[in-house]
């Protein structure tokens, strides 16, 4: 009997700290997973914030304690770094925006020059070169002044936009630029891809990826143009044939004055700001740029996106 008895007593006493056991199991991740809730919470706010959108913060409520500490730290590093951006980004504005003063200046002075009785062929060729370096500077102002705009907060008057009538437009406009390179192009063009956005962005952004197909094209090379679109999305795409290109190299284009190899002053009419402008337009419109170095040479650049429904109608 006193067997039996403490037979009972063990099994009971088993029975009941399995239970215990998984009771606390259970309490101690429902506890913990309440307590780890904030910091999940902060850290995805966290990942989800860039530099397109750090005006964002975390702002967690609830009594002071540790985690609140936490989020505050991250907010306060934020607003610096939104400070800093934006700083950054106004001083770009203004200094391209004022320095087209002076160049302004430096190209009358060149005309007042040529234009004075029987100016010397030395002095005329100098003017010339002059000129076409004024040209030079001042499209590297504009580029400045466009790559901030649009890193700039959030974009006003947005509107539908056709990508295919924007391509369509940006080949007639180089069309002189083509022929001198005796380039093929392929127009896979359709009218009916819609976005919503900043107009003049949108067009500046569709016309650097034209001209760099241009510029960064090979004699009697090709050109191929498309557009495409789903429910939620709308793709300009523009490849070229070429050598093969190192997809390391060619993921760095987008930062300001990247080029492929070694040359660092680029081809004439280059300012080294095309795709770095591209990239920031397309950020400003939520989308996002794809750069591909095509397995049988040259590259292919695809910009994507939010497609405006129905727009067209």
Partial sequence: MHAQQDHRLLAGSLIALVVMVGFSLLLGRILAGRVLRPLR?????????????????????????????LADTVDGLLERLEASFVAQRRFVGNASHELRTPLATMRASLDVVVVKPEPTAQTVA???????????????????????????????DRTPVS?????REALTARAA?????????????????????????????VENMVDNA???NQESGWIRISTEHTATEARLV????????????????????????????????????GLSIVAAIIAAHSGRLALLARSEGGLRVAATLPSAAGAEG
């Fill in 41 to 69: 919470l902060i850290t995805a706010a966290t990942r989800r914030i860039s530099a397109e959108n750090l005006h964002q913060r975390l702002a967690v409520a609830g009594p002071v304690d540790e985690v609140k500490e």
């Fill in 126 to 156: 100098l003017a010339g070169r002059l000129r076409a370096e004024l040209d030079r500077v001042d499209h590297l102002l504009d580029g400045f002044l466009i790559l901030a705009r649009a890193q700039h907060g959030t974009l006003a």
């Fill in 163 to 167: 990508l295919g009538e924007l391509a």
């Fill in 177 to 205: 630029d083509i022929a001198a390179k005796a380039l093929t192009v392929n127009d896979e063009v359709r009218a009916n891809v819609w976005t919503r956005g900043n107009e003049a962005l949108l067009s500046r952004m």
């Fill in 214 to 216: 241009i510029v960064h």
């Fill in 238 to 273: 523009v490849e070229t044939g070429g050598r093969v290109l190192d997809q390391g190299q060619v993921d760095r284009l987008t930062q300001p004055f990247e080029r492929l190899g070694a040359d660092r002053t680029g081809p004439e009419g280059s300012s080294g700001l």
